[in-house]
């Protein structure tokens, strides 16, 4: 026995058929010797165009930044600066803090230097690779 059901992924809908295997076959019934057991077929396309592809932003810009430059591994927002400008720091010095999703994490530096600028402050938002600093 086949049924239709619709589903709906990521907005996209889909008439699906599946054919129940656990159900006996009905007498007389024909049977195809070598239909698949389910089948995906889109549903009516959607009328709204594909979206364009997104323009670099600003913080592209800001990505690997250069000799020097500490970055945020994860986005997040930035709760504590732990390392000021004139501040001689080494690998492993803890120079940041990020939150996301409720979670803290340590940003250590990679680097050793000076710090030399920091490019943002508590309370601001960065993304993955967004420069937070820079070592001189």
């Known amino acids: 026995m086949q049924r239709t059901f619709r589903i709906t992924v990521d907005g996209r ?17 024909p049977q195809p010797a ?5 089948s995906v077929v889109p549903a ?7 979206p364009a592809p997104a323009a670099a932003s600003p913080v ?3 990505e690997g930044g250069g000799a020097g ?8 927002v930035v709760v504590a600066i732990d390392a000021h400008v004139g501040q ?15 979670m803290k994490t340590f940003v250590l530096a990679k680097n050793s230097g ?3 600028t920091i490019a ?17």
Do not use: F, H, W
């Open 13 to 29: 809908s889909y008439n699906v058929v599946v054919e129940d295997l656990t159900a006996p076959a009905q007498p007389g019934a």
């Open 44 to 50: 009516a396309a959607p009328s709204a165009a594909a």
């Open 114 to 116: 000076t710090v030399t």
């Open 88 to 102: 001689a720091v080494k690998p492993g010095d803890r120079i940041a803090t990020i939150e996301a999703m409720k």
């Open 69 to 76: 430059a500490e970055v945020a591994p994860l986005a997040g």
């Open 120 to 136: 943002v402050k508590p309370n601001d938002s960065v993304e993955t690779g967004q420069v937070l600093m820079t070592l001189g």
């Open 60 to 62: 592209a810009v800001l």
């Open 34 to 38: 070598s239909a698949p057991a389910a």
